[in-house]
């Protein structure tokens, strides 16, 4: 059975930096787009950033520059590294990826359980 997992996330000052981690576990042979989503309280989930197997990446206009998006095809990890943090970006941030390749077949979509992102002014 495949899952996100993810990691990295707590209470941060404005200006300051966190590293988001998600771990994709189970009979996985191959993960083409992972993307990083966030939802903060009463607003609609949104997209922050994408990443391609080709490592091609995309982001959000308000969070270009000040986040990164990674991953280590080899450990079925994405990562998320945010710095210059602010008030806004507050929210739950979800690992997702809309299909991968497992021993059974293609599956998904797959989103983990979020990590709590606060960020105080």
């Known amino acids: 059975q495949v899952q996100l997992v993810e990691s990295g996330g707590g209470l941060v000052q404005t200006g300051g930096s966190l590293r988001l981690s998600c771990v994709a576990s189970?009979?996985?042979?191959?993960?083409?787009?992972m993307s990083w989503y966030r939802q903060a309280p009463g607003k609609p989930r949104e997209f922050v950033a994408t990443?391609?197997?080709?490592?091609?990446?995309n982001y959000r206009d308000s969070v270009k520059g000040r986040f990164t998006i990674s991953r280590d095809t080899l450990k079925n990890t994405v990562y998320l590294q945010m710095d210059s943090l602010q008030p806004e970006d507050t929210a739950v941030y979800y690992c997702?990826?809309?299909?991968?390749?497992?021993?059974?077949?293609?599956?998904?979509?797959?989103w983990g359980q979020g990590t709590q992102v606060t960020v105080s002014s």
């Open positions: 997702y990826t809309p299909n991968l390749r497992t021993t059974s077949g293609s599956v998904g979509p797959y």
């Open positions: 189970g009979k996985i042979l191959e993960i083409n787009n």
């Open positions: 990443i391609t197997r080709d490592y091609s990446t």
